[in-house]
């Protein structure tokens, strides 16, 4: 990016900012200062504190120590509306947009000099001439809940924009896109910054770091640990040190591709609306092998999840033949799907993967206790569950005070350890696996794409979705796009490039280059 | 019988009827609206019948009477916004207790703030001023829509605050808010919006029209007091509020419905029909056929996709620091 100019007042600056959450330090004395015109990347794992202290400058939380001053002054942010005033506004990762509402009706959400009844019309050619003048395109009277992801994410720097936000923080916000739409982004950010407007931005990709970024901040533990230009970043490697305090593996030890038979075999399977529409699954087919991770890419909402849950008979396919080790399995209950060895790694961990008032060790043991291994004659044998939650605990390092304790205190990273350990130990041949790394810190992903290989290695067929493009290229054999129920097409990982693989979640068909 | 006489009689019953359970179920629907579930309308409605009938009783004053109603309302309805809001109860539950220490109250009070002459009792007194019907001259002559111009002041002040409450919600920049803190409360929040301070507002308003919907009975529609004498309306406005959709403009069509079905199983009973069809069977058609109602527009609900879901954060209490 362009040269920035420092020499004058930073337009925040933060100081020894700490903040206590019950059991939890989240910011540690922090430090951080934003010039005028300059991105400031926030770089650090998951729970390092990132999001906290970005809370603390709009607003959201209040710190339990530190001063914050902006344009020079000192500030007292005590709500969002204080935040606003002072012209920071925050582009937070879960946006902050009412589904049953229009794009006018969001922009204007909550503001205070608003007249008893808003003037809709004024309000809406503002938004169209803001729209044009950064090239934004948005229709101020259709309801969120009708937009694309891409979308939302305009309407939400347009609510900044439309309040004169002239300090954007920006919460891992190419997290949901497709590579075109992180490079829109990027031009966004680029004319907001020629107008001398600076922007703070969150992640953990690295590579974000080095491509829009004048300063890296990282953030370990709750301590800010390092501070520079970004141009002064000889090796990547050394910011993902920084941020784990570590070295971390940079690629994974994999045997050599081996398949065997066809395990999984999906054969046009169809999965229509409730109430009519566009099919969310349109006459998928694929097949996976033994000793074969099959990866599937796309944006999330793109029907990876409905296909999933169609394999794992927890969806209705309306047309179409599942064969799960030669078995016909279209329809059939989970349990049936289940018994015929299929594990499945959900999407969401917190509701599907676990039950969290349930004991590590009862959640261990969820699938098993059935079986003769865990229970005689319907009763569960305790002593049996104990050894045997040991055993994963220690094999699969889940880190728990014990396996008594609530599967909800436990790290994210620890939960997905957990559900791994139980899909891992049942595994009858077939591992689903939905992003499995979704929010994971470098080193528990690094552990979930590890035991991904071991089974492939085992002879095992994974599927794997997800939607990080380098972990897909890194982990798996095969890759197939989806798009808006689709496959748009499959190849070979070590034969796809980043682009081609773009172009097709974008929803572009073959092209010729 | 004249059946344009009958048609008119009906309407004008129907009116009489559907006042009361308009004015709770737009309270219930602002409540609802900012994601508070308050099942203890029944309750609220008693203790509104209750304060609005002993003050009128007393002191002959009915503007005071419906002020005490729409206080009475408001601070058993504070005791739900503190429960759910404040202390995060569960909705479900301490709606349930305000019901049943709303109407053990007022039954409890109801034999106490009689005249000595009654053993203390309000059961089977009169009071000198009630809300009785006033007629437009000329447009209340006109056959059937008449009947829409001789109706007492309560139901006169509907016809403004019925479409008021729809503006309200759906043009204004309050009614914006109201919206969003029960469809999203973290984005109202970050909006600078305080979701505890807008619940426990509506959550108040909620309990005030519900008061005066409870007055409405006691002072207009049978001015009297018996126990119990709200009879169940306080559960069928839970329903008429899902049957709205949440939207204040249409609490129109639930009122009538139910209030004219039970006015025509009143009229069908008098005109000697109970012969052909049991008396048993007219009482609890209203509620047959609320439940058929309820079970169709679950359907058509399903069908598109959710255009008459309920508030997303229905029944969900909230704080900043939830994850």
Redesign the interface.
């Known amino acids: 990016m362009s040269e920035k100019n420092t020499d004058e007042t930073p337009v925040v600056r933060m100081v020894n900012i700490t903040k206590h959450f019950p059991g939890v330090l989240a910011n540690d004395s922090v430090d951080l200062t934003l010039h005028r015109g300059e991105v400031l990347a926030l770089l650090g794992e998951n729970g390092a504190g990132k999001s906290t202290l970005m809370n603390m400058l709009v607003g959201l939380y209040r710190p339990d120590s530190g001063e914050i001053y902006v344009k020079g002054k000192m500030a007292e942010i005590n709500s969002p509306q204080d935040s606003m005033a002072l012209g920071i506004g925050m582009i937070h990762q879960e946006f902050m947009l009412v589904g049953n509402m229009t794009v006018a009706e969001n922009i204007i959400l909550g503001m205070k000099d608003l007249p008893f009844v808003p003037p809709m019309a004024d309000i809406k050619a503002k938004i169209t001439e803001l729209s044009k003048r950064y090239g934004l395109q948005v229709y101020p009277d259709k309801v969120i809940q009708d937009l694309s992801v891409g979308e939302q994410q305009r309407v939400e720097i347009l609510k900044l924009l439309y309040r004169g936000a002239d300090i954007l923080i920006l919460d891992e916000p190419t997290a949901v896109l497709t590579p075109g739409e992180a490079r829109d982004l990027n031009e966004i950010l680029k004319k907001m910054l020629a107008e001398g407007k600076s922007a703070i931005f969150i992640t953990h990709k690295m590579d974000e770091v080095m491509e829009f970024s004048h300063t890296v901040q990282v953030l370990r533990r709750g301590k800010s640990v390092s501070s520079c230009p970004t141009n002064t970043i000889k090796r990547v490697q050394d910011l993902a040190n920084m941020m784990v305090g570590r070295d971390i593996l940079f690629s994974l030890d994999r045997g050599p591709y081996k398949p065997t038979d066809v395990m999984v075999e999906a054969r046009d399977i169809t999965v229509l609306p409730i109430g009519g529409g566009k099919p969310v699954l349109d006459k998928v087919s694929f097949s996976i092998r033994g000793g074969e991770i099959f990866g599937i890419a796309g944006v999330a909402g793109n029907g990876q999840q409905q296909l999933t849950e169609a394999l794992t008979g927890l969806l209705r396919v309306d047309s179409g033949t599942i064969l799960l080790n030669g078995k016909d399995m279209t329809n059939k209950t989970p349990l049936q799907v289940i018994k015929s060895g299929v594990s499945h790694i959900p999407a969401d961990r917190g509701r599907m993967g676990v039950v969290g008032d349930m004991s590590v060790g009862d959640n261990l043991s969820m699938k098993k206790y059935r079986t003769q291994e865990l229970s005689s004659h319907s009763v569960i044998n305790r002593s049996w569950v104990r050894k045997f939650a040991d055993h994963l605990i220690d094999v699969f390092t889940i880190k728990t005070p014990s396996q008594d304790t609530s599967v909800k205190f436990l790290s994210g990273g620890n939960i997905q350890k957990t559900i791994l350990a139980r899909e891992i130990d049942s595994c009858g041949g077939i591992l689903i696996a939905v992003y499995p790394s979704r929010g994971l810190d470098v080193g528990a992903t690094e552990a979930v794409r590890q035991n991904l290989i071991k089974q492939r290695d085992k002879g095992n067929a994974v599927l794997l979705v997800s939607e990080e493009l380098e972990e897909l290229l890194m982990v798996a054999d095969k890759i197939a796009v989806m798009f808006e129920g689709r496959i748009m097409d499959i190849v070979d990982a070590d034969k796809a490039s980043t682009e081609r693989l773009g172009m097709l979640m974008a929803g572009v068909e073959r092209e010729d280059v | 019988m004249n059946l344009l006489d009958f048609i008119t009689r009906l309407l004008a019953a129907t009116l009489a009827m559907g006042t009361s359970l308009t004015y709770a179920t737009l309270g219930e629907v602002y409540t609802e609206k900012t994601g508070i579930l308050n099942l203890g309308m029944e309750g609220t409605m008693l203790m509104g019948a209750l304060a609005g009938f002993a003050t009128a009783f007393n002191t002959g004053n009915l503007l005071l009477a419906l002020i005490m109603a729409m206080l009475v309302g408001a601070l058993l309805s504070l005791i739900h916004a503190f429960l759910c809001i404040t202390m995060r109860a569960n909705q479900v539950v301490a709606g349930l207790a305000i019901t049943m220490f709303g109407t053990g109250l007022a039954n409890f009070l109801g034999q106490r703030l009689g005249p000595a002459t009654n053993n203390f009792n309000l059961t089977g007194m009169n009071i000198a001023n009630k809300f009785s019907n006033i007629a437009i001259p000329g447009l209340s002559d006109i056959p059937i829509i008449g009947a829409l111009f001789d109706v007492s002041l309560l139901t006169y002040a509907l016809y403004i605050i019925l479409p008021f409450s729809w503006f309200f919600m759906y ?4 009614g ?2 109201v ?2 803190v029960g ?2 409360p ?9 979701v505890t301070k807008i619940r426990y507002l509506y959550t108040l308003i909620g309990g005030m029209f519900a008061g005066l919907g409870g007055a409405c009975l006691s002072l207009s529609f049978i001015p009297s007091w018996n126990e119990g004498m709200t009879g169940g309306k306080g559960w069928i406005v839970i329903a008429l509020v899902i049957f709205s959709t949440w939207n204040p403009g249409r609490v129109i069509i639930g009122t009538l419905v139910f209030g004219g079905i039970t006015s025509l199983q009143f009229s069908l009973q008098a005109a000697g029909l109970k012969m052909v069809i049991p008396s048993q069977f007219l009482g609890f058609s209203p509620y047959l056929i609320t439940l058929v109602v309820l079970t169709a527009m679950t359907i058509i609900n ?4 959710g255009s008459f ?1 309920s508030p ?1 954060a229905l029944g969900v209490s909230f704080a ?2 939830d994850k």
């Open positions: 043009k204004t920049k309050y914006m808010v919206r969003a469809e999203n973290r984005t109202a929040a970050a909006m600078g919006i305080s399903q069908k598109k996709k879901a997303s900043i620091d």
